[in-house]
């Protein structure tokens, strides 16, 4: 019950000072079949959004769908795989090169998104 009561008072809190007059959480979830097993499960009103990853698995035929499986393939480069405990202890070091690192990587793996949709023209 406590935390029911926190997330009205932060909802409000939002809504208050965003001018939003209201927020919808599961108005929009698609309802039928398709939607649920070809949607990226993550709306946004007036937007198109792409699960890049699903449509890997429709235009490329690989045994393995990691990212850097698919840059390999399609970029024909190779890409490290940090593992999330070591990017967080980087991060949590509180070294600035360290967190630049982190950052970097991270930065790096989501301009990979749209290096690969370039690469197959999947997006003009």
């Known amino acids: 019950m406590k935390s029911v009561n926190h997330d009205k008072e932060v909802t409000d809190k939002v809504t208050s000072e965003t001018g939003i007059e209201s ?5 929009e979830i ?5 939607g649920r097993t070809h949607a990226s499960g993550i709306h946004v009103s007036g937007r198109i959004v792409l699960n890049v990853w699903r449509l890997m698995r429709s235009e490329l035929k690989l045994n393995l769908y990691t990212v850097e499986a698919v840059v390999e393939e399609v970029l024909r480069r190779k890409v490290p795989c940090i593992p999330c405990t070591t990017l967080n202890s ?5 070294s600035q090169r360290a967190r630049f690192r982190c950052i970097e990587y991270v930065l790096e ?3 990979l998104n749209l290096q ?9």
Do not use: P
């Not at 698609?30 to 398709?34: A, K, N, T």
């Open 109 to 111: 793996r989501a301009n």
């Open 30 to 34: 698609i309802e039928d079949e398709w």
């Open 116 to 124: 690969i949709l370039n690469q197959l023209d999947m997006v003009r």
């Open 23 to 27: 927020i919808v959480v599961d108005a």
């Open 90 to 94: 980087w991060f949590s070091s509180g």
